[in-house]
Each structure stands twice: as structure tokens, then as C-alpha cells.
């Protein structure tokens, strides 16, 4: 069992910058594709950012390549997100998740979710 806990969220200008972070209990994280989603109310849950087991691998989605950076630290078992350039429609409840699979941008794939946190981005 893995339990994830999301911090960082909050109120920003567009154009801003957060970094969320993701800290892990119950098991090590280095075993785990770790996953960063969002979703906005009346929307679908979407893949923002994944990365490997070893973080030797990223993936984006194209709304947010070259704006956010998906990271990890497996010694403090914390995953994190930088983002950059905030647009009001980024405004979303901010989700990690963790999945015992190589790769994964697809919700269903992965096991294991956190609570959210908040990222409101004002106009």
C-alpha cells in the first residue's frame, strides 16, 4: 500500500510559477511510475506529467512540454511538479498517483492517488 500526500497548491497570476510536491509512505517510491493529473470541475480527469521508476524518463502532455518539469527524489521518496507559466485554464484540483508499470498517461493505469491539491491561476 502507498500513501500520497500533495502540497504546494494555491492561488496565482497567470504567468506565475508553483512547485507541487508529493510525498510517499508505506512503501519506496523508487519501485513506481509516478504520475501528476488534473482535474477541473465538470472536466475529466487529465495526464499531465509521468516519470520512470529511475526519472531517467519523462513525458508531457503537449499543453504543458516545455512549461512544467515532472522530478523525483527516491532517497526523500517525494515526487514533485515546477510549473511555470500558469494560463487560467490550468485551474484544477492537482493529483499524483503511482503505478507498478513502466509507462503509463492513462488515469486507470495507475493504483495509487493522493487527495489533490488546489491550483487556482487568476486572470
Known amino acids: 500500500q502507498v500513501q500520497l500526500v500533495e502540497s504546494g497548491g494555491g492561488l496565482v497570476q497567470a504567468g506565475g510559477s508553483l512547485r507541487l510536491s508529493c510525498a510517499a509512505s508505506?512503501?519506496?517510491?523508487?519501485?513506481?511510475?509516478m504520475g501528476w493529473f488534473r482535474q477541473a470541475p465538470g472536466k475529466e480527469r487529465e495526464f499531465v506529467a509521468a516519470?520512470?521508476?529511475?526519472?531517467?524518463?519523462?513525458y508531457y502532455a503537449d499543453s504543458v512540454n516545455g512549461r512544467f518539469t515532472i522530478s523525483r527524489d527516491n532517497a526523500k521518496n517525494t515526487l514533485y511538479l515546477k510549473m511555470n507559466s500558469l494560463k487560467p485554464e490550468e485551474t484544477a484540483g492537482y493529483y499524483c498517483?503511482?503505478?507498478?508499470?513502466?509507462?503509463?498517461?492513462?488515469?486507470?493505469?495507475?493504483?495509487?492517488w493522493g487527495q489533490g491539491t488546489q491550483v487556482t491561476v487568476s486572470s
Open positions: 508505506g512503501r519506496t517510491l523508487s519501485n513506481y511510475l
Open positions: 516519470i520512470s521508476w529511475g526519472g531517467g524518463s519523462t
Open positions: 498517483a503511482a503505478a507498478h508499470r513502466p509507462v503509463g498517461t492513462n488515469s486507470y493505469e495507475y493504483r495509487y
